[in-house]
């Protein structure tokens, strides 16, 4: 399949990065589209974990090119620390990361606003690494963006027009939250900062800038392979999610198109990625979470190491939920399932899946054998103890309706730690 999109379908965190890894040993290029280092993909290649926030999960394979489109946020430090960390590891992506001209880039008031705001009462649990203001700043035709390094003069004068008004919000924020309105650059300071900032670290980022949704288009029409990569999960995305608890970007399939300057017609299959039970970090709606004491809630969160990759947050835990699945199903067009971590529910008597929801919108569950024994070495279904192949089939059963199929089981977080459930590709 030349063009495949790969989404999470639940809240992030479904082991993304683990199969786009996969996927992309197949593929010429790895395309970022949407989301900023608010993500994070935590890769193990023979027992080695590397974690990247913003390079697309293709970094580890020499030959797959990666690009950062418009969709995608920039910080460029973290941008460029996460180069020179893969550089240590003796992986290069010089002259194969490309930086789309049009992604706005992420600045230090971005940074404050979004922990000025997490301060007081709109808090919503973000990860305060400036992605939403940022993307309110684009979104208000005001962004710096990549390709203004090209000619940082622009970039200046786009401070002296646009800074002032995000001075007046941190103010504003300050003075409700009785903090220091002071502490706050001003308009000449955020210039001399940005100044400094661009002869530090900027600068560097400028050989990876160019036309990049052009390369694409053209690379599409030579039919190159191309995975593009999703990062959070459908229910952050800004307009389908569980609004106001959600990222600023979409994070859907459809989110591939504007985010990547690709048209749908050209996307030839969507992925979704599911966990094989729940997590969620921040705030908003979880109607299966468990209680974090409750035996389960701690077994999920200690085996399945559920804790951020960025944030470093307790994740909250929860049963399956079909409901969400299947709606993800629907908005993203998922023809494919992997289904992530089935491995972390070995040692569970029984589980439980939401498959409704009653009037009060509480999960009705039905409950499921579970089964004592490890399958993280297991690489063929047959191999499975009968209840996991069951609890597999029983989620399948739920999205065939769908025209959606579980493609393949992951068991553990190593990159050979997968399988297809069926011969069919
Ligand atoms: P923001 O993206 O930092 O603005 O955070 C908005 C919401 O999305 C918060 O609930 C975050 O915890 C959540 N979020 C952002 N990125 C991720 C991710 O990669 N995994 C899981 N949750 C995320």
Redo the contacts with the bound molecule.
């Keep these: 399949m030349p063009i495949t999109v790969v989404v999470g379908t639940q809240?992030?965190?479904e082991g993304k990065g683990k199969c786009v890894d996969v996927l992309a040993a197949k593929a010429d290029a790895v395309v970022r589209f949407q989301?900023g280092n608010?993500?994070?993909h935590t890769l193990v290649v023979g027992g080695t974990k590397t974690v990247l926030h913003l390079i697309p999960s293709g970094a580890l394979y020499d030959e797959v090119d990666c690009y950062l489109t418009r969709g995608v946020v920039i910080h460029p430090r973290t941008l460029l620390d996460e180069i020179r960390g893969l550089a240590e590891c003796g992986i290069s992506v010089s002259k194969r990361l490309f930086i789309s001209q049009r992604a706005p880039l992420i600045m230090p008031w971005h940074l404050e606003l979004?922990a000025a705001r997490e301060g007081g009462e709109g808090a919503?649990?973000?990860?305060?690494?400036g992605?939403?203001p940022c993307y309110e700043q684009f979104a208000a035709r005001q962004a710096i963006v990549a390709g203004d390094l090209l000619d940082p003069d622009r970039a200046v004068e786009k401070i002296e027009r646009f800074y002032a008004e995000r001075l007046a919000a941190l103010k504003s924020l300050a003075r409700e939250h009785g903090t220091d309105v002071d502490e706050y650059a001003s308009v000449s300071q955020a210039v001399e900062r940005f100044r400094r900032n661009y002869d530090d670290v900027y600068t560097e980022m400028v050989d990876y800038v160019c036309d990049v949704e052009s390369i694409l288009q053209r690379r599409i029409r030579n039919g190159d392979d191309l995975v593009l990569e999703g990062?959070?999960?459908t229910f952050?995305d800004v307009g389908m999610g569980t609004y106001p608890?959600?990222?600023?970007s979409h994070t859907t399939a459809a989110g591939a198109c504007t985010g990547a300057g690709i048209a749908p017609r050209d996307l030839d299959s969507v992925v979704g990625i599911c966990k094989a039970y729940t997590t969620?970090?921040?705030?908003?709606p979880m109607p299966t979470e468990l209680d974090e004491d409750s035996a389960v809630g701690k077994h999920l969160r200690e085996v399945g190491h559920e804790f951020?990759a960025?944030t470093g947050r307790p994740r909250r835990c929860g049963w399956l939920d079909l409901n969400l699945l299947r709606r993800a199903v629907e908005i993203n067009g998922c023809e494919k399932i992997v289904l992530t971590k089935l491995d972390v529910l070995s040692g569970l008597d029984e589980l439980l899946v939401a498959t409704d929801y009653d009037d009060d919108g509480q999960p009705i569950y039905e409950t499921l054998p579970g089964w004592s024994q490890r399958i993280t070495g297991v690489r063929h279904p047959s191999d499975l103890p009968s209840e996991a192949r069951d609890y597999v089939q029983f989620i399948e059963d739920h999205i065939e309706a769908l025209s959606c199929r579980i493609h393949q089981v992951s068991v553990g977080p190593d990159r050979d730690q997968i399988f297809s459930l069926r011969q069919e590709t």
């Design positions: 809240w992030g965190d989301g608010n993500a994070g979004d919503i649990g973000t990860t305060k690494r992605i939403g990062a959070q999960g952050l608890f959600v990222t600023s969620r970090v921040g705030d908003g951020g960025t």
